[in-house]
């Protein structure tokens, strides 16, 4: 998978995470990807809701030692 940009939002507690992730994605084009790491559970949901109503695309996920990542495919 190629990454397009990497957003570290871990230790930021919600809605903060979403708010980056959209200034984030702002700066890419569509098809690029955006990582997203986070350590917020709320993440889990809240993320995929946002990409979905912003016409973007979850590819993956994963949670490891406490830190979610999200690779979010731009619309």
Same mark, same amino acid.
């Given at each position: 998978?190629?990454?397009?940009k990497v957003?570290?939002?871990?230790g930021?507690?919600?809605p903060?995470p979403?708010v980056?992730?959209?200034?984030a ?15 917020d559970k709320?993440?889990k949901?809240d993320?995929?809701?946002w990409a979905?109503?912003s016409?973007?695309t &979850?590819i993956?996920?994963k949670e490891?030692?406490? &830190?979610?990542?999200?690779?979010i495919?731009?619309g």
């Amino acid at each position: 998978m190629n990454v397009n940009k990497v957003l570290d939002a871990k230790g930021l507690a919600c809605p903060m995470p979403v708010v980056r992730a959209k200034k984030a994605m702002d700066e890419l084009t569509s098809g690029q990807v955006l990582e997203v790491q986070t350590t917020d559970k709320g993440s889990k949901n809240d993320l995929p809701a946002w990409a979905k109503a912003s016409g973007h695309t &979850v590819i993956d996920m994963k949670e490891e030692n406490g &830190v979610l990542t999200f690779w979010i495919q731009k619309g």
